[in-house]
């Protein structure tokens, strides 16, 4: 019994280690100074009477432009013009780890069951299947596929565009129903909205940046358009019944989508997509993520599976707060140092970002 305890304190203190560590790591980054525990009514909105925080629901102004607006050798415009969105340090870009949260409540167990149906279903479209080679094994590339160990670059592209025009609408579904809901009952959003429409392009911009790699056909257009129509109103009609369900679903989802893109980067960095080893970044891509003009695929392989592990500690963290609490993540995230290693913000991590926050100086 005494060795079972001990055990057991010892795997809670290696647990809790290296979220100690992310909370220290943001907490240099934020300047904390103090630890005090808030009740949970600090997450409250404040009626629009009250002052709120400069920009709560504005503009991240700071962001700086990366290019000015051109047109290139093919006359596309080009530019730095979307929403605000990370740029990442080559360490935060390695920093990303293939995490799961545990189900714990029903909500969390059923988002999680719908997830699996989601991803078997998504697999059965795209054709996506994950076998691990054999130890040892000598098979060619060729043979590798053929066993179906090893996806092709096509399948790959069938994937992710698949999975990009599906991941694209949570975002966009529940940052209307909250605007929605705010004009409704004339009443301030509590810095959700603004995330949520951020997390929808961004996906977006996924989706357009692997469009450049491939053109699907007809099929594959009536596919993504019926999967759209189904889950689009599938996700609205169940935002309106449980918020929160949803933001554990999708947070559940982005699991499954930085294990995905972690496969990819694996593939790719073994040598088992060659048409992919020397492709460069779309320019598109380059302008999003600010990479470097000799950027390739790989670094936005490495960007895209950054922004998944984003949504996945946004949407577990937000899956935790009530509806009308404040968005701790409005006006700035902890960098992918703490995303990538913690799959959620519990609301005490929440409210001492807010807590800490400091207003831009007039
Ligand atoms: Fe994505
Ligand atoms: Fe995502």
């Keep these: 019994m005494l060795k079972t305890l001990a055990l057991r304190?010892?795997?809670?203190?290696r647990a809790a280690l290296p979220r100690a560590s992310a909370v220290l790591?943001?907490?240099?980054?934020?300047s904390l100074t103090t630890s005090t525990v808030r009740s949970k009514d600090d997450l409250k909105a404040p009626p629009i009477t009250e002052p709120a925080l400069a920009g709560t629901e504005g503009a991240h102004g700071k962001d700086t432009l990366a290019r000015t607006l051109t047109d290139d050798a093919h006359n596309e415009v080009r530019g730095d013009w979307v929403l605000?969105?990370?740029v990442y340090s080559p360490e935060e870009l390695k920093a990303v780890e293939v995490l799961h949260r545990d189900a714990k409540t029903f909500k969390d167990k059923l988002a999680v069951s719908v997830v699996r149906i989601a991803r078997w279903g998504f697999d059965l479209v795209s054709g996506y299947k994950h076998k691990e080679i054999p130890p040892g094994s000598t098979m060619t590339l060729e043979?590798?596929?053929k066993g179906g160990y090893v996806m092709t670059e096509?399948?790959?592209l069938n994937r992710i565009l698949f999975l990009e025009s599906i991941a694209g609408v949570p975002g966009m579904v529940a940052g209307a129903l909250r605007h929605l809901k705010s004009l409704r009952l004339m009443k301030r959003?509590?810095?959700?909205?603004?995330?949520?429409?951020?997390?929808?392009?961004?996906?977006?911009?996924?989706?357009?940046?692997?469009m450049t790699l491939r053109n699907p056909g007809v099929f594959f257009r009536a596919l993504i358009l019926g999967a759209q129509g189904v889950f689009y109103n599938m996700f609205f009609l169940s935002y309106l019944i449980s918020p929160s369900t949803?933001?554990?679903?999708?947070?559940?989802?982005?699991e499954e989508a930085v294990l995905t893109y972690t496969r990819a980067i694996e593939e790719l960095e073994s040598g088992r997509l060659p048409l992919w080893a020397n492709t460069p970044a779309p320019s598109i891509a380059i302008d999003y993520w600010r990479l470097k003009d000799d950027a390739t695929l790989t670094d936005v392989l490495y960007a895209v599976r950054s922004d998944e592990t984003t949504h996945r500690f946004v949407n577990h963290s937000l899956a935790n707060l009530d509806g009308d609490d404040v968005n701790p993540f409005a006006l700035r995230e902890p960098n992918m140092l703490v995303k990538g290693k913690l799959?959620?913000?519990?609301?005490?991590?929440?409210?001492?970002?807010?807590?800490?926050?400091?207003?831009?100086?007039q």
């Design 9 to 13: 304190s010892v795997s809670l203190h």
């Design 25 to 30: 790591a943001m907490s240099a980054r934020r």
């Design 84 to 86: 605000f969105h990370p």
């Design 143 to 145: 043979e590798l596929r």
């Design 154 to 156: 096509h399948q790959w």
């Design 189 to 210: 959003d509590a810095g959700w909205i603004h995330t949520l429409l951020e997390e929808a392009e961004n996906e977006r911009m996924h989706l357009m940046t692997f």
């Design 246 to 254: 949803c933001h554990r679903f999708v947070g559940y989802l982005e």
């Design 343 to 361: 799959v959620e913000y519990y609301v005490h991590e929440s409210q001492e970002m807010l807590k800490h926050h400091q207003p831009p100086s």
